[in-house]
T-cell receptor
Framework: KAGVTQTPRYLIKTRGQQVTLSCSPI?????VSWYQQTPGQGLQFLFE???????NKGNFPGRFSGRQFSNSRSEMNVSTLELGDSALYLC??????????FGQGTRLTVV | GENVEQHPSTLSVQEGDSAVIKCTYS??????FPWYKQELGKRPQLIID?????GEKKDQRIAVTLNKTAKHFSLHITETQPEDSAVYFC?????????????FGAGTQVVVTP
């Protein structure tokens, strides 16, 4: 069974640009969550999508948004990038409550 | 909201010794407590989890204990091996919340020296 797939693996962007990250969940998993991982803040919850609806959102500015498609694939968008947005962005898919399986992540560097 | 504290932040052990990592949570409604292992440059991987209706769970050399009254849970690794070296994260979530919404602790860097 294929795991959670995230693309691209690495990105370098300039301040002020926007970026879109993609996540394909494990087949059959309808829940996709996104996390930001930084050395200083650890793993922080961004938002969760279930059946194309955002079900929960963390404490991040409106520049961070996402969506989910009918095949459960999800995208995350960050607009007007700031240096502080440099991080590893992880998505996780869940079949049931709490059991989240992570993708390899997208390493975003903002210069 | 939920707050999870994890201790220690770093843990050095000799190969063959035991390692214990402790976490406390604040929301008494939390009922699912997973532990993740993250090796350098890799994804967090679920290694063991426990639900609030269980006090202890074991899987080979790892075990997790939960004390609901005190709102703390611990990870125990016995007979540590060099491949156990990694960052370990505890987390908490609740059934009434999103399936994938986990509140993570800050992580524990475990170093196992041969």
């Amino acid at each position: 069974k294929a795991g959670v797939t995230q693309t691209p693996r690495y990105l370098i962007k300039t301040r002020g640009q926007q970026v879109t990250l993609s996540c394909s969940p494990i087949s059959g998993h309808r829940s996709v969550s996104w996390y930001q991982q930084t050395p200083g803040q650890g793993l922080q919850f961004l938002f969760e999508y279930f059946s194309e609806t955002q079900r929960n959102k963390g404490n991040f500015p409106g520049r961070f948004s996402g969506r989910q498609f009918s095949n459960s694939r999800s995208e995350m968008n960050v607009s007007t990038l700031e240096l502080g947005d440099s991080a590893l962005y992880l998505c996780a898919s869940s079949l049931t409550v709490g059991e989240a399986f992570f993708g390899q992540g997208t390493r975003l560097t903002v210069v | 909201g939920e707050n999870v504290e994890q201790h220690p932040s770093t843990l050095s052990v000799q190969e063959g010794d035991s390692a214990v990592i402790k976490c406390t949570y604040s929301d008494s409604a939390s009922n699912y407590f997973p532990w993740y292992k993250q090796e350098l440059g890799k994804r967090p991987q679920l290694i063991i989890d426990i639900r609030s209706n269980v006090g202890e769970k074991k899987d080979q050399r790892i075990a997790v204990t939960l004390n609901k009254t005190a709102k703390h849970f611990s990870l125990h690794i016995t007979e540590t091996q060099p491949e156990d070296s990694a960052v370990y994260f505890c987390a908490a979530s609740k059934k009434t919340d999103s399936w994938g919404k986990l509140q993570f602790g800050a992580g524990t860097q475990v170093v196992v020296t041969p």
